[in-house]
């Protein structure tokens, strides 16, 4: 009978194999970055708005769809939405309708109405899908939209200006300033109806279906923005169109190499609709080159083809390329010098949005997707900068690209001690006054526990920066002023309290906190706590919606995965709650069921998630690693 180190070599040994087979030839990882069905939606509406017919690719669209339809006729985010969710369902019944292929007596879409009449009707879908609807002919735009597009002619001095929105919110309310402002609409002789899905008598033609009731204060700092647009620009009679011409030229300076803007599904596909609200004709080549970049960005998932929001190229290479690494593969093996030359070939080196609140620093961040070239951010950047760690030494490019990539993490620290995701102190509290829904995810960048614990760690573990350093104990003390009465953190892109409290953890041990500091010792006793009866962890989507802990009832490899190199990080020796997180990892390392898919990340509460293919793979291979090199190592037999 195998020991338990015998165990956890075979393990170590079986997911290096499994990474290794799954690399591509440019030393990539492409695994698929999943976002449920709303981008097969939208790209199914895209095209046939566009009418451009490929029918080949609206095909497989069409039956990714069905594939995911639930046995009540709805589409869930996640698995235990029990009811549905009503956004999804909508999207999947209108680009059904609008493909062509399938018609509303099908049974799959009586189904699906019925769910959605249940679950109170088309008005209560998210906000931004309310404006796609309206943009594409399904809803009346409502005569006030909460920020005037005259916002784009405001300095960076003035109290709020465009660049204090998140460039994640830039890019995707600059398009729809313009469309709101032009209320534009486009139909096709395709269009479906989907009058039959109101429950209210006004069908799409209420002026609030947005629910934009700002409140007073909004209104009144609202006119202030007015007056001072008008008191600026002495009253140009042209000042929309400025505005107007001001928010083009964002879209049109930020398009990358593929044709999206951004890289971003979403915002491309607002991109196209604002370009032909300007009179761009369908044809034009910038709408074209968008449509190919989105294209490019599909993926087969299980046998379906899949529209990917993004690809995850860089984000998967850095951390798998350290994951083996530090299961003890050379940074001599091929897979480890075909990954960083990969992640060398990635690194920044022209100035993006960043720079406003940063400008003393250079380029040298790494973005999430292989097309990125202008929109940095912080995990990804010390993701890739944690593979290239032990090429620094011996390879001049590499340690140039570490020199400017360290700069570059270290420079966007926030004034409170935490780090964002793109932009330095993007956290204005106006913002939290404009009545969008969702605002709260899509407006600002505020410091967060998993970022600035990941980033804390990187400094800690990977380079020589002193942990009395003013950087570090500041973010140390930010941590601790952000921790949850319960013990926990919460963390912004994982699923979610798990995910905040190792980041967390694991980044205040590497900078020198004591494991018996009374925080950590919180966060440890929080972690015991939640540990499911065989041994693992899993946590709720719902968590993220709620904003408090909600348990998942099973466990997942993942998140077990999280709440292990937790307490490994903060233990001198094996407890019995280690040891039975290990055994839930090495007993379900092959199982195959509805956990692997769940999502573990998120980019916005209650309206989409996302399911990272590698993750199953990646932090169970650290977590045995760390195991095994802090507690196994020079032992006979466990």
């Given at each position: 009978?195998?020991?338990?180190?015998?165990?956890?070599?075979?393990?170590?040994?079986?997911?290096?194999?499994?990474?290794?087979?799954?690399?591509?030839?440019?030393?990539?990882?492409?695994?698929?970055?999943?976002?449920?069905?709303?981008?097969?939606?939208?790209?199914?509406?895209?095209?046939?708005?566009?009418?451009?017919?490929?029918?080949?690719?609206?095909?497989?669209?069409?039956?990714?769809?069905?594939?995911?339809?639930?046995?009540?006729?709805?589409?869930?985010?996640?698995?235990d939405e029990e009811e549905g969710n009503v956004t999804a369902t909508v999207e999947a019944y209108y680009a059904l309708l609008y493909s062509g292929y399938r018609k509303k007596n099908d049974k799959e879409l009586l189904a699906a109405k019925r769910r959605i009449l249940k679950l109170g009707g088309i008005e209560k879908i998210h906000m931004f899908s309310k404006i796609m609807l309206a943009l594409t002919g399904q809803y009346k735009w409502p005569r006030y939209f909460p920020i005037p597009v005259e916002i784009m002619l405001l300095p960076l001095s003035f109290p709020i200006n465009y660049f204090d929105f998140s460039v994640y919110g830039r890019a995707n309310l600059i398009p729809i300033l313009i469309l709101a402002d032009k209320k534009f609409r486009v139909k096709t002789k395709r269009s479906p109806d989907l009058s039959d899905l109101f429950l209210s008598r006004d069908k799409g033609e209420s002026d609030d279906y947005l629910n934009l009731r700002p409140s007073n204060d909004w209104r009144s700092f609202l006119s202030l923005i007015q007056n001072g647009i008008k008191n600026m620009m002495g009253f140009p009679a042209?000042?929309?169109?400025?505005?107007?011409?001001?928010?083009?030229?964002?879209?049109?300076?930020?398009?990358?190499?593929?044709?999206?803007?951004?890289?971003?599904?979403?915002?491309?596909?607002?991109?196209?609709?604002?370009?032909?609200?300007?009179?761009?004709?369908k044809q034009h080549p910038v709408i074209t080159h968008a449509i190919r970049g989105l294209k490019s960005m599909k993926t087969e998932i299980n046998g379906h083809i899949h529209m990917q929001y993004t690809t995850a190229s860089v984000w998967n290479t850095a951390l798998i390329s350290y994951a083996l690494q530090d299961a003890g593969v050379s940074m001599k093996d091929p897979a480890i010098q075909k990954a960083n030359s990969y992640l060398l070939s990635r690194q920044h080196y022209r100035f993006g949005d960043w720079m406003v609140h940063n400008p003393s620093s250079l380029p040298g961040g790494w973005g999430f997707s292989a097309t990125n070239t202008i929109n940095p951010d912080v995990d990804d950047t010390s993701a890739s900068l944690r593979a290239i760690c032990n090429l620094v030494k011996k390879d001049p490019p590499y340690r140039q690209a570490w020199d400017r990539g360290v700069n570059w993490l270290f420079s966007m620290q926030n004034e409170d001690g935490g780090w964002p995701s793109f932009e330095r102190d993007v956290n204005k509290s106006l913002?939290?006054?404009?009545?969008?829904?969702?605002?709260?995810?899509?407006?600002?960048?505020?410091?967060?526990?998993?970022?600035?614990?990941?980033?804390?760690?990187?400094?800690?573990?990977?380079?020589?920066?002193?942990?009395?350093?003013?950087?570090?104990?500041?973010?140390?003390?930010?941590l601790v002023r952000n921790q949850e009465s319960n013990?926990?953190?919460?963390?912004?892109?994982?699923?979610?309290?798990?995910?905040?409290?190792?980041?967390?953890?694991?980044g205040m041990i590497a900078a020198g906190v004591r494991p018996n500091h009374s925080p950590i010792q919180k966060a440890l006793n929080w972690l015991k706590e939640i540990q499911n009866s065989d041994g693992g962890w899993g946590e709720s989507c719902q968590s993220d919606i709620n904003k408090t802990f909600v348990p998942l009832g099973v466990s997942t490899l993942t998140h077990t995965a999280w709440a292990l190199d937790a307490l490994i990080a903060a233990s001198d020796q094996l407890t019995p709650e280690i040891n039975a997180g290990i055994e839930f990892l090495l007993a379900a390392a092959?199982?195959?069921?509805?956990?692997?898919?769940?999502?573990?990340?998120?980019?916005?509460?209650?309206?989409?998630?996302?399911?990272?293919?590698?993750?199953?793979?990646?932090?169970?291979?650290?977590?045995?690693?760390?195991?095994?090199?802090?507690?196994?190592?020079?032992k006979e037999s466990l």
């Open positions: 009978m195998k020991s338990l180190r015998q165990r956890i070599e075979a393990e170590i040994n079986r997911l290096i194999s499994i990474l290794k087979k799954a690399q591509a030839s440019d030393g990539s990882w492409l695994y698929p970055f999943e976002t449920g069905i709303s981008t097969d939606a939208y790209m199914i509406i895209l095209l046939r708005t566009l009418e451009i017919n490929d029918e080949e690719l609206i095909q497989a669209l069409v039956e990714r769809i069905l594939s995911r339809q639930e046995e009540n006729g709805s589409w869930k985010l996640f698995y042209n000042l929309r169109s400025l505005a107007l011409k001001e928010a083009e030229k964002y879209m049109l300076d930020r398009i990358e190499p593929d044709g999206t803007f951004y890289s971003y599904f979403s915002s491309t596909f607002l991109m196209v609709f604002a370009c032909l609200s300007l009179g761009y004709p913002l939290n006054l404009i009545p969008i829904q969702g605002g709260e995810y899509l407006l600002t960048d505020p410091s967060t526990p998993d970022l600035t614990g990941r980033t804390l760690e990187f400094f800690g573990n990977f380079t020589n920066l002193s942990k009395n350093h003013p950087a570090i104990k500041k973010a140390v003390k930010w013990g926990s953190w919460y963390g912004r892109w994982g699923i979610c309290y798990i995910y905040g409290t190792w980041a967390a953890v694991t092959k199982k195959e069921d509805w956990t692997h898919s769940y999502p573990k990340g998120q980019g916005m509460a209650g309206g989409f998630y996302i399911h990272y293919h590698s993750y199953r793979y990646i932090f169970p291979l650290l977590v045995l690693s760390h195991a095994l090199k802090k507690f196994y190592n020079n």
